[in-house]
């Protein structure tokens, strides 16, 4: 089982930007997947951004292409969403997941392994 713990999440003004992080057990990247999935209230869970094992390239999805940025620090075991001009839509718990080697088609949440879930609420 590999435990993931999402970090960072709050309350922000539209405009605002924010940094999520994700705390994975050592060796997670080695053969893993890793992706930011979010479910906003009422609606399914959907695909952010997932970078594949080795060194393919980061999978945005176009509601938050040029706004967030997926990074991957190896050394310590963590992964980041730096979010920014955020936008009410971009509410919603978000959650850190991996699966083996390869992103999901159309980054649809088929995921292995989850975190809990942080809460991002963008409001005035």
């Known amino acids: 089982q590999v435990q993931l713990v999402e970090s960072g999440g709050g309350l922000v003004q539209p405009g605002g930007s924010l940094r999520l992080s994700c705390a994975a057990p050592a060796g997670a990247f080695d053969w893993n997947a890793i992706g930011w999935f979010r479910q906003a209230p009422g609606k399914e869970r959907e695909g952010v951004a997932c970078?594949?094992?080795?060194?393919?390239?980061?999978y945005y999805a176009s509601a938050v292409k040029g706004r967030f940025t997926f990074s991957r620090d190896i050394v310590n075991n963590t992964v980041y969403l730096q979010m920014n001009d955020l936008k009410p839509e971009d509410t919603g718990v978000y959650y850190c997941a991996t699966r083996t080697y390869f992103c999901p088609d159309g980054l649809e949440p088929s995921m292995h392994h989850w975190g809990k879930g942080t809460l991002v609420t963008v409001s005035s």
């Open positions: 970078i594949p094992s080795g060194d393919g390239d980061t």
